[in-house]
């Protein structure tokens, strides 16, 4: 009893870490973005004509197209968390139940 108890808050707190990271990637996707656009190098990533220079030294990223295109891996990486979430809880549920079952069945019919 006391390992299974252990091995349930287990998978549910693996299963909140995993939403909360999904949820803060899925959150941060722009700003992740920006990061990695930044540590790349802007005209890298969105072409040298995409990048407008101020004078004051700030810059216009003019390429809303490459902007998602750089941000669409941290969604998938957000979704990807969402479902191993909701998939590690499913195969536990669905082996606590099969397990409940046959202990409760091997009681109430003996071989």
Known sequence: MVRSTVCTVFILSQTAVLLAASVATLWWSQSLMFRLTHMVGEERTLGSGNVIRLENGAKLL??????????APFWFLGVAQITAAVTLVWLWRSRHQNTVGCVESAKTHPV
Do not use: E, F, G, I
């Open 62 to 71: 003019t390429n809303p197209s490459a902007m998602v295109r750089w941000m």
